[in-house]
């Protein structure tokens, strides 16, 4: 059984929520409060699991003794209940300890429904103020903390803009003639590059044709030396030919 205490000072406000809890079986109001020190009183005496909590009363308002119920009495959940929708009176709320923010326009089961996920402590926020401040708008205000997977996405973001800063500073330094100064010293380079391969190439290729006219060289030399061979065993076959017939 969730017991619920009901602060608003409209008394027929009182009476509606209250119509809205009566069908459900686990739900059980136990009182009601026209003003904030007296939701206050209510708390301290009769514990109640949830305080249903409008956000403007007379005498002390939702938000004061929201602040008040959440240092004292760690065991009651307060859950917003009102027809303003503004963001700073939701950050402020949960601010100071309110479980959810919920609207005056609900619905009896959306209503049940909210209360029984406070009770187990989950944060509740209508679903016209989640796409009003965090769809439409994309606005995350400043009273939120952040949990740990976003700030560790915050910190990858950090250091990927550091990061872009500093090349961006580099940019910037580099002037139009540092710019020019730094393409002609790359250029050089490559020509120097260049020149360097066709100085190589230039003396392998020398080397080829010195190398081809030295066999070129040595090719004539045998041709010749040949011929001489030749020419000395035809003349050494006439002597020899003479010798045997004219004897």
């Not at 305080?51 to 939702?62: A, F, K, R, S, T």
């Not at 919920?102 to 209508?126: D, M, P």
Request: aromatic share 6%; hydrophobic share 45%; glycine share 4%.
């Amino acid at each position: 059984m969730i017991n619920v205490l009901i602060a608003d000072d409209q008394h027929l406000v009182r009476k509606i929520i209250e119509s809205y809890l009566e069908p459900e079986p686990d739900l059980n109001v136990v009182g009601f409060a026209e003003n904030g020190a007296t939701a206050i009183d209510r708390v301290s005496s009769l514990k109640p699991d949830v305080v249903l909590m409008d956000l403007e009363m007379p005498v002390m308002d939702g938000l004061t003794a929201t602040k008040t119920i959440a240092e004292r009495f760690t065991d009651t959940k307060v859950l917003m209940l009102s027809i303003h929708d503004r963001q700073q009176d939701l950050a402020q709320a949960l601010k100071l300890g309110a479980r959810g923010y919920w609207l005056k326009n609900t619905t009896a089961q959306e209503l049940s429904n909210a209360i029984r996920s406070v009770h187990q402590g989950y944060f509740q926020l209508a679903s016209e103020l989640i796409e009003k401040h965090f769809v439409k708008d994309t606005v995350i205000d400043a009273e939120f903390q952040p949990d740990i997977e976003s700030n560790e996405r915050l910190k990858i973001v950090e250091t990927v803009v550091a990061e872009m800063e500093k090349k961006l500073e580099l940019v910037k330094e580099l002037t139009p003639q540092k710019l020019n100064k730094t393409i002609e010293n790359t250029v050089r380079q490559e020509i120097s590059g260049q020149s360097e391969q066709d100085a190589n190439l230039q003396f392998r290729l020398d080397r080829l044709n010195h190398q081809v006219n030295r066999i070129k060289q040595g090719t004539n030399f045998a041709l010749k030396a040949q011929l001489v061979c030749n020419l000395i065993l035809i003349v050494a076959v006439i002597a020899l030919c003479y010798a045997v017939f004219w004897q």
